[in-house]
């Protein structure tokens, strides 16, 4: 009898394909899973895209890579997945397409990786495992949205290291233990959700042996201290950056009792969207159980008596339910509301917590399947046809349900009409069909957000400048105001300022600048408001210090050569008025209205050619500005002379 604690080495099965056979059953893994997803490759950023790639200036930085490396105010840590997103943008820039690809590979070969692992730790049904993972519906949120590049990468390296792991446990070797090692840091770098790899590895030895040594243990244990100091990073960072003071009373709600009813019901969630993944949205209805009682708790009874049953019956129905089980709640740990986390106060689950958690349901009915085959081959017909059906509805499942994530007015859309408290979709789709030009919808989805997160400062924000966009300017101050009782921010301050502009109150609109400059001496929207209270006060010399210094700190504010544009025609300044505007329509191409003001300023300068040129474009952009089109009728001798260009009122502000 061997000594339990150095037992022999374990006898790991020998994969299901060699060779040549094994290279095209993975390439076939590998096209299912990116065919699967040709959908998500005519999608565009969505949500978090905007901070993570589009507006992300440090990625945008050619030179400001170690940035990412070594800067300490990110809301995360996770700087192998911006390295990545920093290449990207070399390549990519902001074309979408390009990101989906990178998504749609690293999903693909996660998928292949997963069957060579299964197959390497004699998991039966490793293939049919990764097949039925690449095309599984709860994986759309982590595949199609760009943001969560971090769970794609995570996941490489996250099945790189249990391979190289199971390598060594088969012939041992420092090389492939430090293979193993390197590839966790790799995977911790990309996403601090694999944290939990540590107890894959002791239920990966369980399920080959048997037992779980003390030798077991002792390899485990460098694997533990990185997850011990990453996991710490992660909290901390989320607790002093991601969250703030504002979001800690929700993330998640009440004291220990609550977290573990709310856990438990998480486990089901999870467990239910794993076998039938319907109903699928970005962002589901939360539940706030500050006061839980005992059916709360019912999911965690459920979860213990099963894991009863399967202990006692493990050698009737072997290791495989048991470990499988295991892994499933062991990956979910990170995200089952016992850590803070900002997410959370949008919704308690979401469907990409859930990406490496939904390998081991996955496993456990793909192995049940293989074993049944292997030990009945009566069966083999009918469970291949179940098969092909499971996978074919799976497949058709995520194919449409990438079609939420083609753009963001879609995504919130099918988001609101399964959850229409989703706060943060009313706020999204707000502000989408503002800048389309629809305010009175907007502001209903406004009205919608702030009356389902009445605490949330800048939905506050946005349901103000939309009554402003509306004419209702005492309205939208008082929505300020109460969004700076909630959060005192630079913004918020900029704003009221605006908003006291437009009701000719220039005195509190001042006093509102210096306060949001206060908060922030280097805000450039601040100094912009500024210049724009001033010159509708009359005070231009002022008006225009203060715009040069907006444009010194944020030479891309367009608001700010707006204004100033103005200030220069009414002082008939033309030639700076004129360079202003050029560098209006340099860094936005359809300004319709830059071009109607760059023409005329050129009409009065006798360049009627060029004129001619930037008028005609400003009629492409809009047909139906008259105002455009008079000036180009005259420009060509075919009209009456008209009066100066003014522009409008939203280009002022």
Request: hydrophobic content about 50%; overall charge neutral; some cysteine.
């Amino acid at each position: 009898m061997s000594n339990p604690d150095n037992p022999a080495p374990p006898r790991v099965a020998p994969p299901a394909w060699c060779g040549r056979h094994a290279r095209l059953a993975g390439a076939i893994l590998f096209l299912v899973a990116v065919v699967t997803y040709i959908p998500a490759m005519s999608g565009g950023f969505v949500w978090d895209d905007e901070l993570e790639v589009v507006g992300n200036q440090v990625l945008q930085s050619p030179d400001q890579l170690a940035e990412v490396w070594l800067r300490g105010d990110t809301a995360d840590y996770f700087p192998l997945k911006s390295t990545v997103q920093w290449v990207g943008w070399r390549v990519w820039g902001a074309n979408p397409l390009g990101y989906h690809l990178v998504n749609i590979g690293l999903h693909a070969l996660g998928a292949v990786l997963l069957w060579r692992w299964l197959a390497r730790i004699g998991v039966p049904g490793g293939w049919l495992a990764g097949l039925v993972f690449a095309v599984h519906p709860v994986n759309v949120e982590s595949v199609a949205w760009i943001s969560e590049l971090k769970n794609t990468l995570s996941l490489v390296f996250f099945l790189l290291t249990l391979i190289a792991f199971a390598r060594f446990e088969g012939r041992p070797s420092g090389k492939a233990y430090a293979l193993a090692l390197l590839a966790y840091v790799a995977a911790l770098l990309s996403k601090t959700s694999v944290v939990p790899l540590p107890l894959v590895l002791l239920i990966a030895a369980y399920w080959q042996r048997g037992a779980v040594t003390r030798r077991d243990l002792g390899r485990i244990l460098p694997f533990l201290g990185m997850a011990a100091a990453f996991a710490v990073l992660t909290i901390v960072l989320q607790y002093n950056r991601a969250i703030g003071p504002d979001l800690v009373a929700y993330t998640p709600p009440g004291g220990v009792a609550s977290r573990m009813a709310t856990a438990g019901l998480a486990l089901g969630f999870y467990l239910f969207h794993a076998l039938a993944p319907v109903g699928l949205i970005m962002i589901y209805p939360n539940w706030h159980l500050r006061s839980p009682v005992a059916w709360n708790y019912v999911p965690w009874f459920a979860f213990a008596a099963i894991f009863a049953v399967l202990w006692q019956n493990r050698q009737l129905l072997g290791r495989g339910p048991l470990c499988a089980l295991s892994f499933f709640v062991a990956m979910l740990l990170p995200v089952l509301g016992f850590v803070k986390m900002s997410y959370m106060w949008h919704s308690l689950v979401a469907d990409h917590f859930e990406y490496l958690a939904v390998i081991g349901v996955i496993a456990l009915e793909t192995g049940t399947a293989a074993t049944w085959a292997g030990r009945k081959p009566s069966l083999r017909p009918a469970l291949a046809g179940i098969a092909v059906v499971v996978v074919a509805v799976f497949a058709a499942l995520t194919w449409r349900h990438e079609a939420s994530f083609n753009n963001e007015e879609v995504l919130w859309r099918d988001t609101l009409a399964a959850n229409p408290g989703a706060w943060a979709g009313h706020d999204r789709l707000g502000a989408l069909l503002l800048a389309k030009g629809l305010d009175s919808e907007a502001l209903l989805h406004f009205s919608l957000a702030v009356q389902d997160e009445p605490t949330q400062a800048m939905a506050r924000a946005n349901l103000g400048y939309a009554l402003s966009r509306v004419g209702r300017q005492n309205e939208a101050i008082e929505q300020y105001k109460v969004g700076l009782s909630l959060e005192d921010t630079p913004l918020l301050h900029t704003v009221l300022a605006l908003a006291y502009a437009n009701t000719n109150r220039y005195e509190e609109s001042i006093g509102e600048c210096r306060a949001a400059l206060k908060l922030d001496p280097d805000s450039a929207q601040a100094y912009c408001a500024l210049g724009y209270v001033l010159q509708k006060k009359g005070d231009l010399d002022a008006a225009i210090r203060n715009m040069r210094r907006a444009l010194e700190l944020q030479p891309d504010l367009q608001e700010g050569r707006i204004v100033l544009a103005r200030i220069f025609m009414d002082q008939k300044r033309n030639d700076e008025a004129l360079a202003q505007l050029r560098e209006v329509v340099r860094n936005q191409p359809k300004a319709g209205w830059a071009h109607f003001m760059i023409g005329s300023i050129l009409l009065q300068k006798g360049n009627a050619v060029e004129a001619i040129a930037h008028l005609r474009r400003a009629v492409e952009i809009n047909p139906a500005d008259g105002e455009a089109a008079k000036l180009l009728d005259q420009a060509l001798g075919e009209g009456p002379k008209g009066s100066g260009p003014q522009p409008p009122d939203g280009a002022q502000k």
